[in-house]
């Protein structure tokens, strides 16, 4: 009988034991201030919002930036008309090509 108690008194020690290890790692996981994208990739929601709220509005100003060189640059009275082109391609690239 007292070897039984001795056994149970144990497993339950351990069991505590057990308990109080994760109850410790719990609280040092809950602790550490970064988590989601903080913790990944050293970054908040915020810091994201704003470097994507930035680069479309950097997008959007290239844009229209660009605009004024629309003409030159996709017209056929641009840099390079297609009556000057045409007769340097070869035929394997017109066939080929499909644009």
């Known amino acids: 009988v007292n070897k039984n108690c001795q056994g149970l008194l144990n497993s339950q020690i351990k069991i505590e034991e057990d308990h109080k290890r994760q109850q410790r ?4 996981v809950s602790s550490i201030p970064f988590h989601g ?3 990944t990739w050293g970054s908040s929601y915020e810091a994201l919002a ?4 930035t680069l479309g509005f ?3 100003l290239e844009l229209v ?4 060189f629309l003409h030159a640059f996709y017209s056929d ?3 390079l008309p297609l009556d000057l ?3 340097k391609v070869d035929d394997l690239y017109k066939t080929i090509c499909i644009h």
Not at 25 to 28: D, I, P, R
Not at 65 to 68: D, E, I, K, Q
């Open 25 to 28: 790692m719990s609280t040092m």
């Open 37 to 39: 994208w903080k913790a």
């Open 50 to 53: 704003l470097y994507r709220i």
């Open 58 to 60: 950097l997008l959007t």
């Open 65 to 68: 930036l660009r605009f004024r």
């Open 77 to 79: 009275q641009g840099t």
């Open 85 to 87: 082109l045409m007769p």
